[in-house]
Each structure stands twice: as C-alpha cells, then as structure tokens.
C-alpha cells in the first residue's frame, strides 16, 4: 500500500470546480545545484547557503494557492525537478508530497520522481526520500567515460554513478538515467560500446540527449572561441541513428525524441507535458498549464530564486499573472509536444483541446509535402512524426506551422 492511500478524501465540490476524475501533474522545482554544468541552460543557480526550512515552507505556500485554483482535480504524478533536488532534504521532499496528498486525490499508481545526480553522498539519502515516498528516480549520469565526465563538469565518477545506480535498482521499483552524446571526439564505434555498457545498467529507461550550445551556458563562449569542436552533422546523424537502433533492439524503443521504455514503462509525468495535459508548477521559473473554467493558461513563477521566495512570503504564491492561451498559441503547444512522440497527436486528443479536426487548423499545403518527403504520416487515427521527421523536428514544425 503506497503511505498516502490513506491521506486523500475527495474534496468538497464547489461551484466551477473540475471534474473529479479530471487527472493533473505536479512539477516541483528545486533551483540549487553545488555547480553549474556548463551546458545547462536550466533555471539551476548556486548558493553559498540555503534556508532550507525558509524553501519548504514557501514551497508549501505555493501549493496551497494552485490546489485552490484545481479543486476536484486527481494527482496523478509529482516530478521534483531543478536544479538539483536530491540535495534537498528528504525532510522537505516528505513535507511537500503530504501536503499535496492532503489537497488533492492521489490516483492509486501515482508516480512521485526526483531526479538526483549520483554521487555517493546524494545516493546515501535514496533510502530515505523512499520513505518519504518518492517511487521513481532519474540520475543523471551523462556519460559512462572518465574524460567526458570531465568536459560535462560532472561532480561524480565513473565508479559514483555506477554505485549509485546500483542503490538505484535496489531501493525502487523505477529508475531511469540521462546520458549525453554527440560529444567532442565522439565516434559512433565510441558510442555504440558505451550504450552497450548502459544497456547493462539501464532497468525499463533511459533517457538520451545530443549536446546542444545553448545561449547563455559556459559552453556557448568557449565553443565560439574554438576550445572544443563538436562532431560534424554527418556524425550527429549516423550517432542519433545508431542510438535509436541498438535501444529498439534491446527492448526500449524511442517513445519520444530522447527517451526510450520498455512498453508501459514510459514516465508517466513527462507524458502529460507531450500530450498536452493539465500540471501545475511552483518553484522558482515553474511553468504550468491548466484548464480553469473552459479557458486553456499559462501560468509561470517568478523565476530568480529570491525573488520567488519574497514573493511567496509576501502574498502566499510565486506566481505571475496566468496569460489565456489564444486557440492558435494551443494548436502550436500542442503539436510541439506531441510530435514529438512516437505516437504522436491522436485526432480525438486534438478535437477535444482546441474543438476542431486536424484538417480545420492545418493548412494542407503545408501538411501534404511533409507527408510526400516521409517527414509526417496522418491518417484517420492521428498526425505523427515519423523517425526522419522526429530526427529533424524543428524543421519540420517550422513547415508545419509556419
């Protein structure tokens, strides 16, 4: 029995609320890591200290407002995210998954993930954020080669992570791991006996990502000076190609872009951003979409640190205003989530968002060549991605959507 099938009576209804049975994610954002990798572009920062107690109870805050704006909504996933939350305390993880029982309904199979990085003190604490009722990890690794570690400005080893992977396995039904590739020198041969090493170590997921120079990290002004060269498009390719072959054929096909699951064990949460479900973010820049009497919004936290947390203390929530989301805002969201799935974007899915078939919101002259060039298949069920569209993504919904 999970510790909190006891801790979730229906809420009182109220006028305008939700249907009970209507399913809503939670995504809690940790901000801090010891330091910052210098291809990360995430809303991560370093402090000297931190007041922990001061965090937990702002978090607490948070969400109390959003569990007044989703009245009647049922949990069905909680994903602490950063940052880096298994720095926090499992104290705090604890507070935050029971006060959240106590506003809403958890569904019976609620997925509760922390991602954590593996070092042996962070995998000292796994045991605990178990008991506070955390039932996913995602690690993330990045690489399984000393050097690489290094590049990444990785704060474990080799022998770390795969002792923390190993704790991993035997404290929780589910984990995953990221891993990082198309990195400088990197060569398909290279590639390909590292994933086999991963495959070894992998449970039902793993998460895989090409290195991208994104603006604003360590990486982008040493890359443009020329301290380090990325391998050419010709070698992405053929590595991402190799990725997607040597997973299906273990057993764990690319469910989207970047992560691949044995059937049925996809992440449920990160399923509800790629289907264009309902979640709510609190912490520090925690983006969230919700539908509140009929109207599709954005909602988005302050994004400096302290900044959230005044505002917290000040008026009970870290939030902006919510932004009404227009119906061509929603048909964008929608397909750059989507087809980024394997699945892709059912028809009924579509219809029941935005009220219209996919031919109503599409303009067919710019679907039907996407389609001739292999890039998109659509027939009576859904509009999807194939693997060479998925591979190229962003090209492809620039045509799509214009």
Known sequence: MNR?????????????AKDARSPIALYVHWPFCKSKCPYCDFNSHVRASIDEARWRRALLSDLEHYAGRT???????????GGT????????????????????????NVEITLEGNPTS?????????????????????????????????????????????EVARRTFDRFSFDLIYARPGQTVAAWESELGRAL??????????????????????????????LPDEDTQAALYEATQVRLEAAGLPAYEISNHARPGAECRHNLVYW????????????????TLEGARVATRQHRAPETWLEAVESRGHGGEDPAALTPQEQRDELLMMGLRLAEGVSRDRFRERL?????????????????EAGFLT????????TAAGRQRLNAVLAQLLG
């Open 378 to 385: 659509l027939d009576d069920k859904r509009l999807a991605a």
């Open 200 to 229: 070894a170590l992998a449970g039902e997921h793993l998460s895989v990502y090409q290195l991208t120079i994104e603006p604003g990290t360590a990486f982008a002004p040493a890359h443009a000076r020329g301290d380090f060269v």
């Open 4 to 16: 909190h099938d006891s801790l979730h009576p229906e809420p009182a209804r109220s006028a305008g």
């Open 85 to 108: 939350p298994s720095l926090m305390s499992a104290e705090t993880v604890g507070a935050v998954i029971d006060r959240a029982a106590a506003l809403w309904p958890f569904e019976p």
């Open 355 to 371: 009220g219209l078939d996919l031919e109503a919101a599409l303009e067919p002259e710019r679907v039907a060549p996407l389609v």
């Open 71 to 81: 009245r009647g909504c049922r949990v069905t996933s909680i994903f602490f995210g």
């Open 121 to 165: 003190v962070e995998a000292a604490r796994f045991r605990d954020f178990r008991a506070a009722g955390v039932n996913r990890v995602s690690l993330g690794v990045q690489a399984l080669e000393t050097a690489s570690l290094r590049f990444l400005g990785r704060g474990h080893d080799v022998a770390e992570a795969l002792a923390a992977l």
């Open 275 to 290: 289907r264009y479900g309902d979640y709510v973010g609190i912490g520090p820049g925690a983006h969230g979409r919700l």
